[in-house]
């Protein structure tokens, strides 16, 4: 992106390896910098922040333990006028079936198999508070038995994508993914909805972009 004059640019992301190997250095200024930190704690001074962005990240999180604790902190970080922006990753009201889910997949009714995993990972959660255990999703997939080179020769797809899936395997860590109703319900506790907006790619019905500012005490 290209950013206004004096700019200052801080990404967040708990992972060393990632900020060592993703963040572009060579092309952000030395006001742009990334830090291995916690998005519950970031250290920050409060009002500080005019935008605070962020993709799919309570995703990552556990309902009970994070969701609330995540809005508050950005809620302190963020000016009384900024902007708190981020999409979402929500399954449907009405939850799929995981057969019905693999069904599709061999009718040629899902675009890539990205879209299969996430929608996978859905059909399998339990409630917002249980989410889904990541080593599941491979399980069920693994139950199938699939021969991963005929379905890449069907549809034309990279074996190498289809086997990210592997990643999953023996993993116990969890994904969440609230409804849009449950979300909106507790964003709005600590936030005014300024705006909401439904992507046009394959599955952005179930990825809303938010734009939102901090209620006022």
Known sequence: MSWPANTRLIGIDRNQAMVDNLWPRNRLSESAKAICGDWLSTNLPDDSID?????????????????????????????????????????????????????????????????????????????????????????????QNVKVESLANKFGWQKESIETINNYKHSTAHYTFPTFKEISNLISQYFDILAYHHMSYELGERCPLFKLRAKVD
């Open 51 to 143: 935008v605070v962005a962020g993709d799919g990240c309570f995703t990552l999180l556990s309902y009970t333990e994070h969701y609330e604790k995540f809005l508050q902190e950005v809620r302190r970080v963020l000016k009384s006028e900024g902007w708190f922006i981020i999409r979402l990753f929500c399954r449907p009201e009405q939850k799929e079936n995981p057969a019905d889910v693999y069904n599709n997949l061999l009718d040629g009714k899902i675009g890539n198999f990205h879209v299969f995993k996430w929608r996978l990972a859905m059909a399998l959660h339990g409630t917002l508070e249980e989410g889904v255990v990541v080593g599941e999703i491979w399980d069920w997939w693994n139950n």
